[in-house]
């Protein structure tokens, strides 16, 4: 269960940054939590329990906000909830015991902020009184393997607003992770809806009821309109249920399933509404989009400049500097007043200002199934028709792409929606090309090849001083087996980079070093590649030779040794691994390097392809270098 949840439960290492800045608007309560344990004895959980296993059946555990009253000083802090991950992790399985993750990752927040845990209360106060009164009930579905403190700062709002709000782990079946499989999504489904149907407490109006899905757990939260009957109104926080066709080959086989065994449609009379971010229309590698069909009221929204974890505080560095999380918080308290307390439709007001586009769903584009695509076939050679191992063949402005095997061939798929566009082949080494999709086929048609010509560049003369060299590591040295970044195997020429700082005087590069965490491959070949830094992200590739390190099937500590290269740099550079090679035998392939909270990881999907931010976890790289 822990493995895919480390990578989204960096969230709780950024709660004291909410707690800091101010996300409240109006409130009429104080915010209780709240803890409630279930057992559904009509779901099987562990196939392999005897009967008296707390696992025999499924357990349901369910994060209640609410509106209370009391004190201040009884306000829960940091500890709580890092102690509270720790005991879920262990007791949704029992292979794997995960004692020492809730110290590991306070030492790793300490040590990144300088802050004392315990002095950084959140707005939750534990088992506060109820406030008097009957209130509208808003179930929420977290993100795919995530847990209620995803968006704590969005549940204590809505407490404090007057709503009675549950929280339902993104739990799938046994041993407890979440998958893109229809069966996992149904049981996340199922427990919101046992969860409901067992609250035992006067405060809640289930008569009233509003659900919020993120990311996954939208999808999930379809499934569960069907389930409830009482639904009035449903905000999809940049949801799974609307799906992108062609990113991945078996999510989109398991979202068909989905379909098929499912019910994506909506009840009449639950309004619907979607907020998406500003990135998944552009993708230039979608060839079709489905959209879930809605026989009631409907709005639509691409939020300018919003990035998927805008919708929560994962992976978001600092709160307190982002515009849009507290636009999205606002969102949803005027959505579920303005649908659920009848009040005055500021949601619509508000969504005018934010929105990039405004469109209805009725009319959902399912192309599933008609989008055409094309293979692509080519090889590389240099000037004397010799092959150019691992050259890297790519979109401009897409995510498609490849790497030549060691003959200089090279193949993949695109959409034929990209047929217009441009190539660039690319050799660490020599000169680059732009090509037009249909000049390669033409080249192909005549059996020729992409001649890529020798770009010679003179190396800086190393100048070391002859006193005792002094030495430094630039980086982060985490060897952490709970925090840790998943390299995307998806395509050839996939990425992952950190960007480091070496400081204003140039200094000469002694080695490369990372940790791998958790490793299912048999082998994998890395190509170490060091980027200049533009506007925030990887530009130019410094490195005039590659530089290729193998992996076994081991997890543990790697080095590449960079005293050959003589690599001469100063200021801020990004420093990557990219797939060029490898396989498995493992059915889940995967590899992760350990991580650092608090930083931040860059990964592209293909060769050529977008360089991508994604905060809250960075992968724990790091150089040795000699100052001169």
């Given at each position: 269960m822990l493995q895919t949840y480390c990578r989204i439960f960096v969230s709780l290492a950024c709660l004291w940054l909410y707690c800091r800045s101010s996300f409240a608007q109006r409130a009429d309560y104080a915010a209780g939590y709240r803890e409630l344990h279930y057992t559904d004895s009509a779901r099987r959980y562990q196939a392999s329990a005897t009967a008296s296993s707390m696992l025999y059946y499924r357990p349901v555990q369910v994060d209640v906000w609410y509106p209370a009253i009391g004190p201040d000083h009884a306000r829960l802090d940091y500890r709580h909830f890092l102690s509270l991950f720790e005991r879920r992790a262990n007791e949704y399985q029992t292979e794997t015991r995960y004692d020492s993750i809730a110290t590991e990752m306070l030492g790793q927040f300490t040590m990144t902020t300088g802050a004392t845990p315990g002095a950084l209360p959140t707005q939750s106060l534990l088992n506060a009184q109820p406030a008097a009164g009957k209130f509208p009930v808003i179930v929420y579905l977290c993100a795919y393997n995530g847990m209620s403190y995803e968006n704590v700062a969005l549940f204590e709002q809505l407490a404090r607003a007057g709503y009675y709000v549950l929280s339902i782990s993104s739990v799938g079946r046994y041993p407890g992770n979440m998958s893109?499989?229809?069966?996992?999504?149904?049981?996340?489904?199922?427990d919101a809806a046992f969860a409901v149907r067992h609250i035992n407490t006067a405060l809640a109006d289930t008569s009233r009821i509003g659900i919020i899905g993120y990311s996954y757990g939208s999808l999930a939260a379809v499934l569960l309109t069907h389930q409830l009957q009482s639904v009035r109104c449903f905000l999809s926080l940049d949801g799974s249920e609307k799906h992108y066709y062609g990113r991945d080959r078996q999510e989109d086989l398991d979202f068909n399933?989905?379909?098929?065994?499912?019910?994506?449609?909506?009840?009449?009379?639950?309004?619907y509404a979607y907020l998406e971010s500003d990135h998944k229309a552009r993708d230039g590698k979608t060839d079709s989009v489905y959209t879930p069909m809605v026989t009631s009221r409907q709005y639509y929204s691409r939020l300018a400049n919003a990035a998927h974890e805008d919708f929560s505080h994962i992976s978001v560095l600092s709160i307190a500097s982002s515009k849009m999380y507290p636009q999205v918080i606002k969102l949803a308290q005027n959505y579920a007043d303005q649908l659920l307390k009848d009040k005055p439709q500021q949601f619509e007001q508000q969504l005018q200002r934010l929105t990039i586009s405004k469109v209805a769903l009725a009319q959902p584009e399912n192309t599933v199934g008609a989008a055409v695509t094309l293979q692509l076939a080519g090889k590389i050679t240099d000037q004397n028709h010799q092959p150019i191992a691992y050259a890297s063949v790519g979109m401009l402005d897409a995510d498609a792409g490849t790497i030549s095997n060691a003959d200089g061939g090279f193949l993949f798929i695109l959409p034929d929606s990209l047929k217009h566009k441009t190539l660039r082949v690319s050799a660490i080494g020599y000169q680059s090309v732009l090509l037009p999709v249909s000049k390669l086929q033409t080249i192909n048609t005549q059996k020729g090849s992409i001649v890529l010509l020798k770009d010679v560049q003179e190396l800086p003369a190393v100048t070391v001083s002859a006193s005792q060299p002094q030495y430094k590591t630039v980086g982060n040295t985490s060897?952490?087996?709970?925090?840790?970044?998943?390299?995307?195997?998806?395509?050839?020429?996939s990425e992952v980079g950190v960007i480091l700082s070496l400081g204003k005087q140039k200094v000469l590069l002694q080695s490369f070093n990372c940790h791998i965490s958790y490793n299912r491959m048999d082998s994998c070949t890395f190509r170490l590649n060091i980027y200049s830094v533009?506007?925030?992200l990887p530009d130019a590739n410094l490195l005039t030779q590659n530089i290729i390190a193998r992996i076994g099937s081991k997890p543990g500590s790697y080095t590449i040794n960079l005293q050959p290269y003589h690599l001469l740099l100063n200021g801020d550079v990004c420093v990557a691994l990219e797939w060029i090679d490898g396989m498995a035998t493992a059915k889940n392939s995967a590899l992760f390097f350990s991580g650092a909270l608090l930083s931040s990881s860059y990964h592209r999907k293909t060769a050529q392809g977008r360089w991508t931010k994604l905060k809250g976890v960075g992968a724990a790289f790091h150089l040795k270098v000699q100052k001169l």
């Open positions: 893109t499989r229809y069966e996992d999504a149904l049981e996340q489904a199922r399933d989905c379909r098929t065994k499912g019910n994506l449609t909506f009840r009449p009379g639950c309004t060897r952490s087996k709970f925090f840790s970044v998943g390299f995307p195997f998806t395509d050839l020429g533009k506007n925030g």
